[in-house]
Structure formats: structure tokens, C-alpha cells
């Protein structure tokens, strides 16, 4: 009907939405969108959620290699440090028990370590430059989490499930939920090294 009439489906009929993008009231209050794997998101929300970023960039993950492979954010990462932006990367210490345990649980072993390594080896070039500064953690890792100043995207760990297969969720930055992770990112940024 919407088609032979020329309007929106949703025009005609408001209770109808796209599958894929839930009402805003379906959302509980402080997450903004659900992404249902890491790898739907586009890459082009990755750079523009890191070009948002105006005073800090934070990386928690274990190894992250999605972004340390992809020159277009690592250019980012560079172009808003230089602009005063603080950009920490948190990358798990490829030699911890429990990076160990993740690659034995996602089936992939010591590649798992491997893929730290390989971030490491990616971000180096970086460590050179004022404003970016990287660290190792040896955390269980409950999440990974993604930030550019307050506004949040938290990508939840599953037993046995690659992170890239588990959702996204994007937080909104002031709160009470966006809060809980900006926290949990600074209590481990102070304790790796």
C-alpha cells in the first residue's frame, strides 16, 4: 500500500518500524543504540565516534586488532592527539594467564596472544607521538570499552564467542550506565602498567 500511494511505511502505518532499529522507548535509558555483533557496525561509525572525541580517546580491549589494522583510525588516533586530544589504549599483556584462558575459550589458543602482539606491533608507531600513551592490563576482561569523551560503546564478552560476534551497545555519556563503564576504564587504566 505505502508503495502505491509514494510515503514511508511507517507514515501511514506509526506503530510499523524497520526491524533493525528499535523505538526509542524500546531502549532502556542511557543506551542510544544496539548494534547485535561487533561487526555490524559500520566502519564509518568507529571513525566518526572517534572523531567526536575532544579532550580523550580510551581503548580497553584485549587486543583490539580490528582498529590497530585499520590506518584510517590509527590516523585519527594521531590527528587528535596532535590535537590535544589524550588517546590511552588499554591492550591486554599477551603473557597473562587470562589472555590465555580467553584464547582456550574462544577455540583460538595462543592466537590470542598472537593478536596482542600484532596490535602492539601496529600501534607502535604512535607511542611516539605526544598525548598517546599505551598500556598493558591483565584483567579478566568482562567487556571490551570504547570511548570518546564520555559517550560509551560497550561490547559485552560471551563464553566461547569472539568478541566481533557479540553486541555493541552505545551509551550516552552522562548516564547512570555510561558512568558504571567509565569507571570500571579508569580503575583499570590505574592499575596496568
Given at each position: 500500500m505505502a508503495d502505491l500511494v509514494g510515503v514511508p511505511e511507517e507514515e501511514l502505518w506509526p506503530e510499523v518500524r524497520k526491524r533493525d532499529e528499535p523505538a526509542a522507548s524500546a531502549l532502556p535509558a542511557g543506551i542510544k543504540k544496539v548494534y547485535p555483533h561487533r561487526w555490524e557496525v559500520p566502519q564509518s561509525v568507529w571513525r566518526q565516534f572517534f572523531e567526536s572525541a575532544e579532550r580523550e580517546i580510551g581503548v580497553l580491549v584485549y587486543s583490539g586488532l580490528f582498529l590497530a589494522d585499520d590506518t584510517g583510525i590509527l590516523r585519527i588516533f594521531e590527528r587528535k592527539a596532535r590535537e590535544g586530544v589524550k588517546v590511552r589504549l588499554l591492550l591486554g599483556n599477551p603473557d597473562s594467564p587470562h589472555v590465555e584462558e580467553r584464547g582456550r575459550e574462544e577455540g583460538i589458543?595462543?592466537?590470542?596472544?598472537?593478536?596482542?602482539?600484532?596490535?602492539?606491533?601496529?600501534?607502535?608507531?604512535?607511542?611516539?607521538?605526544?598525548?598517546?600513551?599505551?598500556?598493558?592490563?591483565?584483567?579478566?576482561?568482562?567487556?571490551?570499552?570504547?570511548?570518546?569523551?564520555?559517550?560509551?560503546?560497550?561490547?559485552?564478552?560471551?563464553?566461547?564467542?569472539?568478541?566481533?560476534?557479540?553486541?555493541?551497545?552505545?551509551?550516552?555519556?552522562?548516564?547512570?550506565?555510561?558512568?558504571?563503564?567509565?569507571?570500571?576504564?579508569?580503575?583499570?587504566?590505574?592499575?596496568?602498567?
Open positions: 589458543g595462543e592466537a590470542m596472544s598472537a593478536k596482542i602482539r600484532n596490535a602492539l606491533v601496529l600501534y607502535r608507531p604512535l607511542l611516539k607521538i605526544g598525548g598517546i600513551e599505551l598500556r598493558l592490563h591483565g584483567t579478566v576482561l568482562y567487556n571490551s570499552i570504547y570511548r570518546a569523551d564520555t559517550e560509551t560503546f560497550i561490547n559485552p564478552h560471551a563464553y566461547g564467542t569472539p568478541a566481533s560476534s557479540t553486541p555493541i551497545f552505545h551509551l550516552e555519556g552522562d548516564s547512570n550506565i555510561g558512568r558504571v563503564y567509565q569507571t570500571a576504564f579508569e580503575t583499570i587504566w590505574n592499575t596496568s602498567y
